[in-house]
T-cell receptor
Framework: AQKITQTQPGMFVQEKEAVTLDCTYDTSDPSYGLFWYKQPSSGEMIFLIYQGSYDQQNATEGRYSLNFQKARKSANLVISASQLGDSAMYFCAMRERYTGANSKLTFGKGITLSVRP | GAVVSQHPSWVICKSGTSVKIECRSLDFQATTMFWYRQFPKQSLMLMATSNEGSKATYEQGVEKDKFLINHASLTLSTLTVTSAHPEDSSFYIC????????????FGPGTRLTVL
């Protein structure tokens, strides 16, 4: 089974509107971390937000927030007030503490977000 | 802070030659660095985990003799693609681990390799 699932092939959003990018995960490890990265066309991976499995609150970083539903094993990224510069590929990733050796990340397939003016 | 650089940013080489890619953590020490490969419109595929002072740990299916990794210092890891062939053309990205209370990976800008 895939550890990280991102099924939305491509998303479109109007500038200034909010958008939710879906991510579900699969793990039996009680301790894990979830990450979201943005990859613009230039290629660099930009860290957006982190959620630990034991965190009580949903993570927020500026316009980014993570809708963490542990029981459903989902960690959706919400981008508020979309900007044209948000157009990029977005990756969800997970690190498992006990089953993931050397802190390696497992990435989803990614979602392409296009922001329309 | 936590900046990772890669050099070169792009390289074109002839088939059969070797290419070295450097990954440096500029303002922090990284015991662990990671090397990824990414094909167009696809996800990152972990190739190997590089630990300072020890041998790299390769993922299943990655040829150790073809992709040589050296982590000689706490700020530098190198990936050498030996006897490169056109199928090795790809985007190679490194990351360095930094402890912020949780271990976060900071990524380099990537190196685009084209083998003719």
């Amino acid at each position: 089974a895939q550890k990280i699932t991102q099924t939305q092939p491509g998303m479109f959003v109007q500038e200034k509107e909010a958008v939710t990018l879906d991510c579900t995960y699969d793990t039996s490890d009680p301790s894990y971390g979830l990450f979201w990265y943005k990859q613009p066309s230039s290629g660099e991976m930009i860290f957006l937000i982190y959620q630990g499995s034991y965190d009580q609150q949903n993570a927020t970083e500026g316009r980014y927030s993570l809708n963490f539903q542990k029981a459903r094993k989902s960690a959706n990224l919400v981008i508020s007030a979309s900007q044209l510069g948000d157009s990029a590929m977005y990756f969800c990733a997970m690190r498992e503490r006990y089953t993931g050796a050397n802190s390696k990340l497992t990435f989803g397939k990614g979602i392409t977000l296009s922001v329309r003016p | 802070g936590a900046v990772v650089s890669q050099h070169p940013s792009w390289v074109i080489c002839k088939s059969g030659t070797s290419v070295k890619i450097e990954c440096r953590s500029l303002d922090f020490q990284a015991t662990t660095m990671f090397w990824y490969r990414q094909f167009p419109k696809q996800s990152l595929m972990l190739m190997a985990t590089s630990n300072e002072g020890s041998k790299a740990t390769y993922e299943q299916g990655v040829e150790k003799d073809k992709f040589l990794i050296n982590h000689a210092s706490l700020t530098l890891s190198t990936l050498t693609v030996t006897s490169a062939h056109p199928e090795d053309s790809s985007f190679y990205i490194c990351s360095a681990e930094y402890d912020r209370g949780y271990n976060e990976q900071f990524f380099g800008p990537g190196t685009r390799l084209t083998v003719l």
